[in-house]
């Protein structure tokens, strides 16, 4: 149905995320002012011998501390059990077994998701003394590796594509649109999944340890397919309270990374927090298509211009997110829900949109005879050809004559025309300046 994700976790400064930087390749950061995050990146697509998986860093969420306490690794074991299908637990190969390592290794012995426990720091090939000590950890042969020297990450890999679960990377999930429920604990995201899918299929337990056995839920409406991410439920399962919202952040992250739309709700009555607004920017900096949902609607008092007035209000606080809409909804009641899948349809398929370059180029032939491009000491801008060159999100290549003259008051003017005339609602487009000469590819 999708791809699977695999999950790291283990120990702080056992070597997670340079583990993790090894297997996805190239760093590109995107998470670095959210809450609690202390890594450049938690999760990303990796890929191996033409298998594509999600790896999310679990660590990446903890402080770096050598004082981590071990409820808090225990949540992020759980964490990894829920969300994940295949979890890598790293060990510090020289240090040997500590009784943190054992504690979350009698976590994951309990379930039946495969765990690959893989030994780090074993820089040479012969195996520190303590090696065979792994085996007491109940989880089958230690894989022993380096990632600082990149050397047994091949054997890890293929292990890790050897246990995905069957089918799970068959079934093709191209026709279907992923949406993510983003935000804060309580303003309604499970709600909105049961109302959508008709039944209570989130499963919601006050039993610390039950899990769902998938966070995505398919369905289907009016023919067409949806699937949905959602991000609710580890707050009831957790039964530590810091972690709470530093593994809402996280789960965040890993729905923004997997979907097509992000459905950002917020409570209608608390309106828009500092903590909606880092989700929201994370959904714009991913490249997401956006939709932001007050929901709670029906707890609102209204008058005339009630409904305009907070789409206003919303917008000028979100200003970096203007292109998307703003739709209301009371989950609880079912009030306007269909409004917001047709809405989830429309971003989805605008963001997938290719314009062909001779429009392009006509439209921003257009809008340069309207208004002046910018110069300089004489020197006037001159943008030779523009290209569509990527979608989901849109990416547009313009070739100037000197990218410095390129004004962020005057890209924004033809960010604008190109909407006025296209459209792309609920998507972010970005461009890339080139000047002549320059390679063609990115
Ligand atoms: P994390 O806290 O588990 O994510 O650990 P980091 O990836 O931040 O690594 C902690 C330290 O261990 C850093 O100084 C790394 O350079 C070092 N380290 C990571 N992998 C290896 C390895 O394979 N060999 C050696 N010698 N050091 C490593
Ligand atoms: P989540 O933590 O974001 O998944 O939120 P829940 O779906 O668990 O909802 C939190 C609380 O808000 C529950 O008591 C819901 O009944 C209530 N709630 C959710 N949506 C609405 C709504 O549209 N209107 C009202 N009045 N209450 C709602």
């Known amino acids: 149905m999708s791809k699977p994700i695999v999950a790291i976790v283990g120990r702080p400064n056992v070597g997670k995320s340079t583990f993790f930087n090894k297997l996805v390749g190239r760093r590109v950061s995107i998470v670095e002012d959210s809450p609690g995050v202390t890594r450049d990146r938690i999760v990303a697509e990796a890929e191996w011998c033409g298998h594509y998986f999600f790896l999310i860093d679990t660590g990446g969420i903890e402080p770096d501390s050598e004082e981590i306490i071990p409820a808090q690794m225990r949540a992020q074991a759980e964490l990894a059990m829920e969300m994940a299908d295949v979890i890598v637990f790293l060990v510090d190969g020289r240090a040997g077994v500590t009784s943190a390592d054992a504690d979350v290794a009698e976590i994951l012995r309990r379930k039946r998701k495969p765990v690959i426990l893989v030994a780090n720091k ?15 950890l109940g989880l089958g042969d230690p894989f022993a590796v380096s990632s600082v020297n990149q050397l047994g990450l091949g054997d890890v890999l293929d292990e890790i594509v ?12 191209e026709d279907s649109i992923k949406i993510a429920i983003i935000g804060k604990p309580n303003v309604g995201k499970s709600s909105m999944v049961n109302a959508f899918v008709g039944e209570e ?62 459905l950002l709700v917020i409570d209608a009555v608390e309106g828009l927090s500092e903590q909606d607004k880092k989700i929201a920017g994370m959904a714009h900096e991913a490249g997401k298509g956006a939709i932001v949902v007050v929901n709670k609607w029906d707890l609102v008092e209204k008058e005339t211009n009630t409904m305009r007035d907070t789409e206003r209000r919303i917008k000028g606080e979100l200003q970096f997110m203007s292109y998307a809409p703003v739709m209301f909804s009371s989950a609880v009641k079912g009030q306007r829900l269909l409004p917001l899948l047709d809405m989830a349809k429309t971003v989805a398929e605008q963001r997938a949109m290719r314009i062909s370059t001779g429009r392009l180029n006509s439209l921003i032939q257009d809008a340069m005879m309207m208004k002046n491009p910018p110069s300089d000491k004489g020197r006037k801008l001159k943008i030779y050809y523009v290209a569509q060159i990527g979608v989901k999100p849109p ?13 962020f008051s ?9 909407r006025e005339v296209y459209g792309f609602m609920g998507s972010p487009i970005s461009f890339v300046f080139r000047e002549k000469g320059e390679r063609g590819d990115l």
Do not use: W
């Open 162 to 173: 050897e246990s995905f679960p069957k089918g799970l990377e068959a079934e093709s999930d």
């Open 201 to 262: 299929r989130v499963i919601v337990s006050d039993i610390a340890g039950t899990t769902r056995d998938s966070i995505d839920t398919p369905f289907e409406k009016d023919g067409q397919k949806f699937i949905l991410i959602d991000t609710a439920g580890i707050r009831r399962r957790s039964r530590v309270t810091d972690d709470i919202e530093r593994f809402s952040v996280i789960r965040a992250i890993a729905a923004i990374e997997r979907c097509d739309v992000a």
């Open 122 to 136: 074993v820089d040479s090939p012969k195996l520190p003394d303590n090696f065979y000590d792994l085996y007491e």
């Open 395 to 407: 990416l547009f290549s313009f070739q100037v004559n000197d990218r410095k003259l390129m004004h």
């Open 410 to 418: 005057y890209s924004r003017y033809l960010e604008n025309r190109i």
